[in-house]
């Protein structure tokens, strides 16, 4: 079994910062990217930002130069730092991770994750 399990999201004033974290669990070998995606009211599920296992970042163009994605991998942990965030950026922001499990003596079974949510909400 595995786990994400996010944390940080809130209530903020409009050109305000957060920090949210996703922490991954249970019966994890390796980690391969990890990401986030929010999701408001009324709108598909879209990509904020990715991260590999390596470091390589990829942002959604609405983000880029406000938000920074980055993990520790000895903590199985992913972060976004959000700041100048506005009313556009109010969501479910979800933690997603593409993690190998053991599956046997000789085999591992790769598999995408997603954590429960968390609210950003920005007032003006």
């Known amino acids: 079994q595995v786990q994400l399990v996010e944390s940080g999201g809130g209530l903020v004033q409009a050109g305000g910062s957060l920090r949210l974290s996703c922490v991954a669990s249970g019966s994890i070998f390796s980690i391969n990217s990890m990401g986030w995606f929010r999701q408001a009211p009324g709108k598909q599920r879209e990509l904020v930002a990715t991260?590999?296992?390596?470091?390589?970042?990829n942002y959604a163009d609405s983000v880029k130069g406000r938000f920074t994605i980055s993990r520790d991998n000895a903590k199985n942990t992913v972060y976004l730092q959000m700041n100048s965030l506005n009313a556009e950026d109010a969501a479910v922001y979800y933690c997603n991770a593409y993690i190998f499990s053991k599956s046997s003596a000789l085999s591992y079974r790769g598999a995408d994750y997603w954590g429960q949510g968390t609210q950003v909400t920005v007032s003006s």
């Open positions: 991260i590999t296992s390596g470091g390589s970042t």
